[in-house]
């Protein structure tokens, strides 16, 4: 797992609350459901590899999508002792998978003018 797709995506250091407390369960919360998302994705990527053997690039589950896919089952996953939610985010995770492309880099742009994140706009779990 990288440092942009736990900053951007899973918004890390973006807490919901002030105190101690609420940055403590803010951060265990996220690093728990991008260990599970992580898990779950490897099965996901194993059979995408095995379909997608002809293709000209190697591709990948899209992490973003898996995150959003996850964030909506996780209360399912975890109180239920049925392995069909397992089954069902393994087919979403496999429904878009991003291509790898090699050597490609962009310039970064930064603003230092603005905020990237207000207390208020805190995308919950």
């Not at 293709?55 to 909506?72: A, I, Q």
């Not at 069909?84 to 291509?99: D, Q």
Request: glycine content about 2%.
């Amino acid at each position: 797992m990288n440092l942009g797709h736990l900053k951007n995506h899973v918004q890390l250091e973006n807490f919901t609350g002030l105190s101690s407390l609420s940055i403590k369960q803010d951060f265990y919360a996220n690093c728990f459901i991008t260990n599970l998302q992580s898990i779950m994705a490897r099965d996901a990527q194993l059979e995408i590899k095995d379909e997608k053997k002809n293709t000209k690039y190697e591709y990948k589950v899209n992490r973003n999508l898996s995150l959003g896919f996850m964030k909506n089952r996780i209360v399912e996953i975890l109180t239920s002792n049925n392995p069909k939610y397992m089954e069902e985010l393994k087919l979403l995770f496999k429904i878009e998978p991003v291509p790898i492309r090699k050597n490609r880099k962009f310039p970064r742009i930064f603003h230092k003018w603005r905020l990237k994140y207000y207390m208020n706009s805190k995308k919950a779990v």
